[in-house]
């Protein structure tokens, strides 16, 4: 396939519509990617990076051959697996049939950051049509229909048009409610458990935890649970939307999403230190250690953000936080995505005090963060009862909770 030259988008901070910043050009079959900033858009006062980590502002030319040939924050930008699955079956076609630039092209205005990808300079703004909350029964009508291979609807799979990037393979969909943007996450064909409604409590836990959450509720449509979480990306003005950047952590690193050795928490505290406070060191550390006491061995880089707010890089809220489950007895050492300690990704609270000095924190301070975060995690029955949980699947989740083990 010859090269393909995309003109990259950027919302401006105060800015509802965005200006080209530059040609990014993709070579599909060699995996190479180079992005050209223009220079009319270098001219601008309030000129912004399009990714603050790979491509800093200037005229040089810079050639990407990881993630096939995408810069992090287009990789952010881009569909997740979900989104890929709506997207080819508007198209009829198979996801492994669409190249990058396609996928990059058809995501819309709700792709998550502040990028957006045109055939051309002039091509016209993105409308943002998010369905609204009422229509989440059709929505989730949509997502089973789209799960079980039935792509005849075109009305319903328009529905779901309105996805999002933010990584993940469960069926979702950016929805409109009370002037704000939301993510609301459905059931799963395959689910034999409540996985919205434990995700929602393992949530509020995380909450209890200390731990920065966005605002999170859990309605119902269709006789089912539906998660719904408010995007942190998004922020109403006037009568259109501001947007943020995005850099997921695998983007701030630089990681290849295939070299999965070099995944490590105390790696990103490190980087995280040349551009942010102690105190989002001090968060992320909560967080992984919140991934330890619940289990939750999905924690990949794409599964922690940034948010980038004029040229400040921060931590954002935590997100897709749900426990691996286990059965009691069974599999009590386990894993997480990421390295935490001298033991790599050995899930346990010593190999989390083991590097703690690179999170900027003494051992007694780790210590004091870990005895205050497990006190916490002890009344996680309580919880997730409140949450409105069967006891049934309380019984399935126990074993994943570390106070319970």
Not at 54 to 66: D, F
Not at 375 to 393: I, K, Q, V, Y
Request: charged letters at 25%; proline letters at 6%.
């Amino acid at each position: 396939m010859p090269e393909r030259q995309l003109t990259v988008f950027i919302y401006l901070p105060g800015h509802t519509t965005a200006v080209p910043a530059g040609i990014f050009t993709h070579d599909s079959d060699a995996g190479i990617g180079r992005f050209d900033y223009g220079r009319r858009y270098l001219e601008r006062p309030n000129a912004l990076p399009v990714d603050p980590v790979a491509l800093p502002l200037g005229l040089v030319q810079r050639e990407i051959t990881v993630n096939e040939g995408l810069y992090g924050a287009f990789c952010d930008a881009a569909p997740d697996y979900w989104g890929r699955l709506v997207i080819a079956a508007e198209c009829r076609t198979a996801p492994e049939a669409l190249s990058e630039c396609d996928f990059l092209l058809s995501g819309n205005a709700t792709r998550v950051g502040n990028l957006d990808f045109r055939e051309s300079p002039s091509h016209p703004e993105p409308v943002l049509g998010p369905p609204h909350f009422n229509q989440l029964r059709d929505i989730a009508l949509a997502a089973e229909h789209l799960e079980a291979g039935d792509t005849s609807d075109a009305r319903l799979l328009r529905l779901l048009r309105q996805g999002t990037s933010i990584g993940g393979a469960r069926p979702k969909c950016t929805v409109e409610l009370d002037g704000a943007l939301w993510i609301a996450k459905f059931p799963a064909k395959d689910d034999t458990i409540n996985i919205p409604r434990i995700e929602y409590a393992t949530m509020q836990l995380a909450q209890r935890c200390g731990i920065c959450t966005p605002q999170l509720r859990l309605v119902q449509a269709g006789g089912k649970d539906i998660y719904l979480t408010r995007r942190f990306d998004r922020e109403r003005h006037g009568s259109g939307w501001l947007r943020h950047g995005f850099l997921s952590s695998l983007s701030l690193m630089e990681w290849d999403v295939r070299d999965r050795l070099l995944w490590e928490y105390p790696g990103m505290a490190s980087r995280m230190r040349r551009h942010m406070s102690a105190g989002h060191l001090v968060e992320l550390f909560r967080r992984m250690v919140f991934n330890v006491m619940v289990r939750n061995t999905d924690d990949h880089p794409r599964n922690h953000g940034f948010l980038v707010r004029g040229g400040e890089i921060e931590l954002s809220p935590a997100y897709d936080i749900v426990p691996a489950l286990t059965q009691a007895g069974v599999g009590t050492e386990y894993r997480l995505a990421m390295s935490v300690g001298d033991e790599g990704r050995e899930a346990t609270l010593p190999n989390v005090l083991s590097r703690s000095a690179q999170f900027g924190l003494l051992e007694s301070e780790a210590t004091q963060i870990i005895g205050g975060m497990r006190a916490t995690c002890r009344e996680w029955p309580a919880c997730f009862r409140e949450a409105g949980m069967s006891e049934r699947d309380i019984d399935i989740v126990a074993p994943s909770i570390i106070s319970a083990r």
